[in-house]
């Protein structure tokens, strides 16, 4: 796509429903390798990357059937443990398949991922976590080569926390043995989508939306059936599009708790949100004095990353000067110009 063509002028109205989240989706695809059993994934979002997540599963050997929001997956006949560089290059989250391939295995081998644009993302977390479990890993030629006979459980102890290496970590304890215990993990809900997803498979898990997690690794699991966690990023997007032009918009499927902070500082910026009683429709309208705020991204439940470069959007029309402290990406400024 080489541009968008916007045509404005106009205020939104009616109501729209919040699609599920790409990044539970993702971990839960990955998920799947860890069973030889059938898996059925149901609000799945209609994204180029969880299309790449499928293909990518599917070079493993997998066969994969997609409908509308839903993906049925069945990994009886996996051949492989190499996920390929054209897949694997093009989406940082397809490194979620070595902590799985690894356990299920004994092998993986996962090319390098691409780039990200809005900051440096190093899996250096996610390999010494492996290690801690019994990983053999050495990176040759752009790819992770990862072997073991069988991880062992350990104490895994994080340098900071990473969504993506807490994920990885988890599905890679799935099938080890014994206990381990993930220390200083992140807290966001794709991390409690992705446990309880694992608890239908039979792992035992405690913890998950904390920052210490214990898991208890099983030699074998199970299919599972799940329904994917609301997109909270969309939600509040659609919830900052409301307060600039909505005449008014009704937004149903997003979980209020799961954007408390953006709730909170929305309030403070004097937007009206109407939640019903039983929270599954919000109805937020253009607002006429939009306030002033001083607002810092901090990791979840802190205001989220995802959300500051629309927050700014809706602080430019706000009446007096407002204050913005990004702690989480080193170009998340990017869009400023």
Known sequence: MDALRINGGQLLRGTVHI??????????????????????????????????????????????????????????????????????????????????????????????????????????????????????????????????????????????????????????????????????CACEPEIEDLAECLIKMGVEIEGAGSKTIHVQGKSDLKGFNHHVIADRIEFGTFLIAGALMGDPLKITGGLKKHQLPLFAKLQEANIQIDVSEDEQTIEVRQCKEIKPLDLQTAPYPGFPTDMQAQMMTLLALAHGTSMITETIFENRFMHTP
Request: proline share 4%; net charge positive; with cysteine.
């Open 19 to 184: 699609s599920g989240a790409k990044n539970a989706c993702l971990p839960i695809l990955a998920a799947t390798i860890l069973t030889q059993d059938d898996c059925h994934i149901q609000n799945v979002p209609d994204l180029v990357d969880v299309k790449t997540m499928v293909k990518l599963i599917e070079s493993l050997g997998a066969k994969a059937r997609l409908e509308k929001k839903a993906i049925h997956i069945s990994h009886k006949e996996m051949s492989s443990h190499e996920a390929p560089y054209e897949l694997v290059r093009t989406m940082r989250a397809s490194a979620l398949v070595l902590g799985p391939l690894l356990s299920r295995f004994g092998r993986a081998k996962v090319s390098l991922p691409g780039g990200c644009a809005i900051g440096n993302r190093p899996l250096d977390q996610h390999l010494k976590g492996l290690e801690k479990l019994g990983a053999e890993i050495e990176i040759n030629h752009g790819y992770i080569d990862a072997r073991a006979k069988r991880l062992q459980g350990n104490d895994i102890i994080f340098d900071f926390p990473t969504v993506g290496g807490t994920e990885n970590l988890l599905l890679a304890a799935a099938l080890a043995k014994g206990e381990s215990v993930l220390r200083n």
